[in-house]
């Protein structure tokens, strides 16, 4: 079975700009999640899709967004970059939340 | 708050030595709990899980973890440390219900094993 994949695996910015992340799941995991991941903050709960549904967000701002679509692909959205963006993105997919998730690679954002 | 802890930043084991890495939570419910590893320039990757039953769990690479209820906790143990070994160790515990779930994640611990 192929591997979570993520797009673009590297992005810069500018402050202001907008950005669009790409995740594929593994194929049959219908639950993909989001986090992000820098030095300071570890690994943060973005948000879980399940069927197209946002089920569960964390704490950040309105700008952060997603989608995902009838083939459980999934989008993030960050609009209005701020410098305090710059991370490591990381998309898993899981069958449920009893089960283990498998990550991605990761899309290493950089804004200026 | 939901929370989880791993109070060491980073633990340094000889190699053949047994090893602990601590995690401790504080979720209400019935959390499912987790531990990752990330090595250089990969991605996280699954070792194993506790969801019910036995309080000793064993996953890849020799891992075992040990469930605590009474002490929320749920340690990384390995009896004999490789080099290889070395990495971010991450606990994570998911809560929820069949309506959604979140995964929280500790602040991670580098385990540097020395030959």
Same mark, same amino acid.
Do not use: A, I, K, V
């Given at each position: 079975k192929a591997g979570v994949t993520q797009t673009p695996r590297y992005l810069i910015k500018t402050r202001g700009q907008q950005v669009t992340l790409s995740c594929s799941p593994i194929s049959g995991h219908r639950s993909v999640s989001w986090y992000q991941q820098t030095p300071g903050q570890g690994l943060q709960f973005l948000f879980e899709y399940f069927s197209e549904t946002q089920r569960n967000k964390g704490?950040?701002? !309105?700008?952060f967004s997603g989608r995902q679509f009838s083939n459980s692909r999934s989008e993030m959205n960050v609009s209005? %970059?701020? %410098? !305090?963006?710059s991370a490591l993105y990381l998309c898993a997919s899981s069958l449920s939340r009893s089960y283990e998730q498998y990550f991605g690679p990761g899309t290493r954002l950089t804004v200026t | 708050a939901q929370s989880v802890a791993q109070p060491e930043d980073q633990v340094n084991v000889a190699e053949g030595n047994p090893l602990t890495v601590k995690c401790t939570y504080s979720v209400s419910g019935n959390p499912y709990l987790f531990w990752y590893v990330q090595y250089p320039n990969r991605g996280l990757q699954f070792l194993l899980k506790y969801i019910?039953?036995?309080n000793l769990v064993k996953g890849s690479y020799g891992f075992e973890a040990e469930f605590n209820k009474s002490q929320t906790s749920f340690h990384l143990k390995k009896p004999s440390a490789l080099v290889s070994d070395s990495a971010l160790y991450f606990c994570a515990v998911s809560y929820g219900n069949t309506g959604g779930f979140k995964t929280i994640f500790g602040a991670g611990t580098r385990l540097f094993v020395k030959a």
């Open positions: 704490n950040f701002p !309105g700008r209005t %970059l701020e %410098l !305090g963006d | 019910t039953g036995d």
